[in-house]
């Protein structure tokens, strides 16, 4: 008998009070702490869901915004393009302005100061 009561395998006493304290541990958590645990779980599910929808939010916005903002970078580009081609054609028309009426002066100013059949000294 005595090999027996050495045994760890023979269950005894101790083995029915830990097993009962287990399951009273096990109640308490069941109990007290799972509900509270629960409730924190669900509540930053919740917040995630929220910040999440608000990021979709905040997306679709910076989408629409970004839409108006190439547009209207797009719209200033061809206002831009319109103002210098209207500058470019100014500034032709002002020179050829000046160049007929430098040519015309020149014309006139040779002409009272030589006669036609005269050479102009600095003409070879």
Same mark, same amino acid.
């Given at each position: 008998? =005595?090999?027996?009561? %050495?045994?760890? =395998?023979?269950?005894?006493? *101790?083995?029915?009070?830990?097993?009962?304290?287990?399951?009273?541990?096990?109640?308490?958590?069941?109990?007290?702490?799972?509900?509270v645990?629960?409730?924190?779980?669900?509540?930053?599910?919740?917040?995630?869901?929220?910040?999440?929808? *608000?990021?979709?939010?905040?997306?679709?916005?910076?989408?629409? *915004?970004?839409?108006?903002?190439?547009?209207? =970078?797009s719209?200033?580009?061809?206002?831009?393009?319109?103002?210098?081609?209207?500058? +470019?054609?100014?500034?032709?028309?002002?020179?050829?302005?000046?160049?007929t009426?430098? %040519?015309?002066?020149?014309?006139?100013?040779?002409?009272?100061?030589?006669?036609?059949?005269?050479?102009?000294?600095? +003409?070879?």
């Open positions: 008998m =005595l090999i027996a009561s %050495s045994n760890f =395998l023979v269950p005894n006493a *101790t083995i029915i009070v830990e097993i009962i304290a287990f399951l009273i541990v096990l109640l308490v958590i069941g109990k007290y702490v799972l509900p645990v629960n409730g924190q779980l669900e509540q930053r599910q919740q917040e995630i869901k929220k910040a999440l929808e *608000t990021a979709d939010l905040a997306k679709v916005e910076a989408e629409k *915004t970004r839409s108006e903002r190439d547009q209207i =970078l719209e200033a580009r061809h206002q831009a393009r319109e103002i210098l081609a209207k500058a +470019t054609r100014q500034a032709e028309q002002v020179r050829d302005e000046a160049q009426r430098g %040519s015309n002066g020149w014309s006139r100013a040779r002409g009272r100061r030589y006669p036609s059949n005269a050479s102009v000294p600095w +003409t070879s």
